[in-house]
């Protein structure tokens, strides 16, 4: 056995992002379109999952905070999630945090975006 390991093991599978609703939107087969698409059907406005990726740092909680400062002020009916487990940060291909994740898509990575901005960037994605 080697002191580094590259590659995968043989029997350990590749994993993906899970959906906000758990998988129970979408069979295994679906593609990540399909996931964002038939997202949880109780969802409003075309948002499915708002997600804050993070390491816990005062960067990271800033941008918590704005996020969900935002989303009152527009009156979204969607909770906005903070993560902060590297392991489903990494999923997401997240080189830098804190990140921004609205329905599955990383859409800001390295900043910590003000209200205004936040705001901004989902008018912008249509929502």
Known sequence: ????????RKNEETRKPV????????????????KVSNCCSEAKDGICCIK???TGCVSCHALYENTQ????????PVEVEYITDLQKVMEYGVMSVPALVVNEKVISAGKVLKEGDIQ????????
């Not at 056995?1 to 995968?8: D, E, I, P």
């Not at 400062?69 to 979204?76: D, F, G, Q, S, W």
């Not at 901004?120 to 929502?127: D, R, V, Y």
């Open 19 to 34: 959906c906000a609703c758990n998988g129970s939107c979408a069979t295994s087969e679906a593609t990540e379109i399909d």
């Open 69 to 76: 400062a935002a989303v009152r002020t527009m009156k979204l």
């Open 52 to 54: 804050v990726l993070g």
């Open 120 to 127: 901004a960037l989902l008018e912008k994605l249509g929502f």
């Open 1 to 8: 056995m080697s002191l580094f390991s590259f590659g995968k």
